[in-house]
């Protein structure tokens, strides 16, 4: 996303509001960009001169028309920066037939026949109990796979 002169809020499009961020950079400056809540925002922009400069804060600042985050930056720009945004997008709900899913099926299949299994008890023989073990053990080898692909997240070193 490009920050520009005498501007400080920007919409994330495409991100909508389900989203997790990782990190967020000013790619111009090589600085992180440090995410304060929005009092602190408040405070700094109401409470203080007017400040422009290299953006290294940010705060949540609601949504758009088209439900996307909006971010309010500070200082105001005073120039042309580069800001990227490090950011799972989780998929949108499923809501019609034809919607599929990323997430590993498995797990959503065996949950699904626990719980049916629970409500209506027509199973030939396997209890609901069971097949939420089961459900549990689909659920946590998904997990394992993914988690072998982010390593280096789940590793804590002290610097």
């Not at 996303?1 to 111009?28: C, E, R, W």
């Not at 997430?103 to 299994?117: K, R, Y």
């Amino acid at each position: 996303m490009s920050a520009v002169i005498a501007d400080n809020t920007y919409t994330l499009t495409g991100f909508g509001t389900n989203f997790k961020l990782l990190d967020v950079y000013n790619a111009t400056q090589l600085s992180r960009m440090e995410l304060i809540s929005q009092n602190e925002m408040n405070d700094k922009i109401n409470l203080n001169t007017a400040a422009i400069g290299a953006p290294s804060y940010f705060s949540y600042n609601g949504s758009d028309a088209s439900g996307d985050q909006k971010i309010i930056v500070y200082p105001t720009p005073d120039g042309s920066y580069t800001l990227k945004f490090d950011a799972v997008v989780r998929e949108a709900e499923l809501t019609l037939a034809a919607d599929t899913t990323k997430l590993p099926t498995q797990p959503i299949i065996m949950i699904a026949w626990a719980m049916a299994t629970r409500e209506r008890g027509e199973t030939g023989g396997t209890a609901a109990q069971e097949l939420f073990g089961l459900a549990d053990r689909y659920l946590g080898d998904a997990i394992a796979l993914d988690a072998t692909r982010y390593q280096a997240d789940l590793t804590w070193r002290v610097v």
